[in-house]
């Protein structure tokens, strides 16, 4: 099985629309295997709805005084919110979410007999839009993989890159809350009709509701029809937007071309329509009774209609100017450094590849990057100022990088001595005569704490010890000193040099 992902992936509006019902019969491109690519395209669909269904398979491992939420039922209300608001003024954002979901929620927890607590609302909320705009994954695009079969039977992985909702910055500066074109094919379209399709499908429903004076009915698939109006204008839109900003972002050489015709027929005919069902209801309109609820009803309806077509006309209108406005914006934007359009994924499309890369391979490839990637470095310049500063600032005392030890004095210990206890120095004293051969300091010390002396006594002891190096005391001194070269004491208490310490040296005293 081979292994292709699925980069360069058709829009998906392209997908709805080709698998949008026709009572044709239908022409079929067998291959070996009896693979039909209508079946790769609805199984494409069927995969943007893995992201609900994750939300909703996560309902069991939540918390238990939040496991009895329904996220489907929820995640299906956040994107009409969404849906409903968009092309709008102003447009949904979390707090349009939180309150439109609010009531759901409050039902949910008298249905399961739960107090209702509005900060678990609240972390309800954040779950939910977490799981639509996909932030355990930093918000990346959900990504699914399937097999399909190419032109020989072959099968072939491929890999599914889409969003739901995202953020996006509204007419007011704000952050919003936006559907996708996936979410707005798969929310409105029931898998199978593309939007301009269900344009016209609901507006004739509208026309057959009128005609059997079904109007309450005609007044909600009305308000249905507007919503789609304002989201196909909203798309079409974004294509003009989109253009002014960077016309690298948009493809003028082939789709949108393609698109704008597609959609200049599509407003001629539903204008047509729009216009037809709107006469027809004004004429209906004039057979009721003024005030009745019928008429309110049906009057209704011409509003939203009236709506609909401004909407369509607006939209039209910016249409018909749009290849205007792509010339003016391509001798704009003739000058101006074109910036990355397309940042790869740098896990899983750079540093992924990159590992399963030879040594030697992976050297080739990221060498040239290096310097590429690399911030240009300015060499610094000299500045008077700071020269003037620096030979003006007071001179500072050089840092050695070691601690002097100053040399200790041996008269001056004495003076030290008399701080301790009698029984202290008669401690240490008798310690130090009692060595009858040679022995290092650190196995003196370990010999006297054994012995249970405290740090008084210690203390004591070497400084009696340092007292023996005075070349005046040759006669008095307790015990003879000597260093041992290259060894440091080591002890707990003490730092310095190891000394060998052994019994005093017997002189004779000098003749008078």
């Not at 709805?16 to 009896?34: C, I, K, N, W, Y």
Request: contains cysteine.
């Amino acid at each position: 099985m081979e292994y292709s992902e699925d980069t360069d992936q058709p829009d998906v509006l392209e997908e709805f629309e080709a698998l949008q019902l026709d009572l044709s019969p239908r022409t079929v491109d067998l291959f070996t295997g009896g693979w039909e690519q209508a079946l790769t395209r609805r199984m494409r669909v069927l995969l943007h709805t893995a992201p609900l269904m994750q939300i909703r398979a996560g309902d069991s491992r939540r918390d238990v005084e939040m496991r009895h939420y329904d996220s489907l039922a929820l995640s299906m209300k956040t994107l009409d919110v969404i849906a409903e608001q968009m092309g709008l003024e102003q447009e949904a954002d979390r707090g349009t979410v939180e309150r439109a979901l609010s009531p759901l929620l409050c039902a949910m927890d008298v249905e399961a007999g739960v107090e209702i607590d509005a900060r678990r609302h609240l972390d309800m909320v954040d779950k939910l839009l977490a799981g639509l705009r996909n932030d355990a994954e930093a918000r990346r695009p959900f990504t699914a993989e399937y097999t399909d079969f190419d032109e020989k039977g072959r099968a072939v992985k491929r890999r599914l890159d889409f969003r739901l909702v995202h953020d996006a910055f509204g007419s007011s500066g704000s952050t919003v809350l936006r559907l996708t074109h996936e979410a707005v094919n798969l929310f409105f379209n029931a898998l199978e009709l593309d939007l301009e399709d269900a344009q016209a499908a609901t507006e004739a429903i509208v026309q057959s509701q009128l005609v059997r004076g079904r109007f309450d009915e005609a007044v909600r698939s009305a308000q249905y029809a507007l919503r789609q109006s304002r989201l196909y204008s909203e798309r079409l839109g974004r294509v003009i937007r989109d253009t002014r900003r960077d016309i690298g972002r948009v493809d003028w050489l082939e789709s949108v071309p393609a698109l704008i015709d597609d959609a200049m027929t599509h407003l001629e005919v539903r204008l047509d329509n729009e216009r037809d069902i709107l006469d027809s209801t004004h004429t209906r309109l004039d057979d009721l009774t003024p005030g009745s609820r019928e008429a309110q009803a049906l009057a209704r309806v011409a509003r939203l209609l009236q709506r609909c077509i401004d909407t369509h006309t607006v939209l039209q209108r910016g249409l018909m100017t749009a290849r205007t406005t792509f010339l003016d914006s391509q001798a704009r934007q003739a000058f101006v450094a074109s910036s990355i359009k397309a940042r790869p994924e740098l896990p899983t499309e750079v540093l992924l590849p990159t590992l399963l890369m030879a040594a030697k391979d992976a050297l080739d490839a990221c060498s040239p990057a290096v310097s590429l990637l690399s911030g240009a470095q300015s060499l610094p310049l000299p500045s008077l100022a700071s020269l003037i500063d620096g030979l003006l600032r007071p001179k500072r005392q050089i840092r050695l990088p070691y601690v002097a030890v100053e040399p200790v004095l041996a008269g001056h210990l004495s003076d030290e001595l008399v701080r301790y206890s009698p029984e202290t120095r008669v401690a240490a004293a008798t310690l130090l005569t009692g060595v009858k051969e040679s022995i290092k300091l650190s196995e003196l010390l370990t010999h006297a704490r054994a012995q249970g002396h405290g740090i008084d006594v210690l203390e004591v002891l070497i400084l009696l010890i340092l007292q023996s190096f005075g070349r005046d005391r040759e006669t008095t001194a307790l015990v003879s000193v000597e260093p041992v070269p290259g060894l440091s004491l080591i002890d707990e208490d003490f730092l310095g040099d190891e000394l060998l310490i052994g019994p005093a040296k017997k002189t004779r005293a000098r003749k008078r």
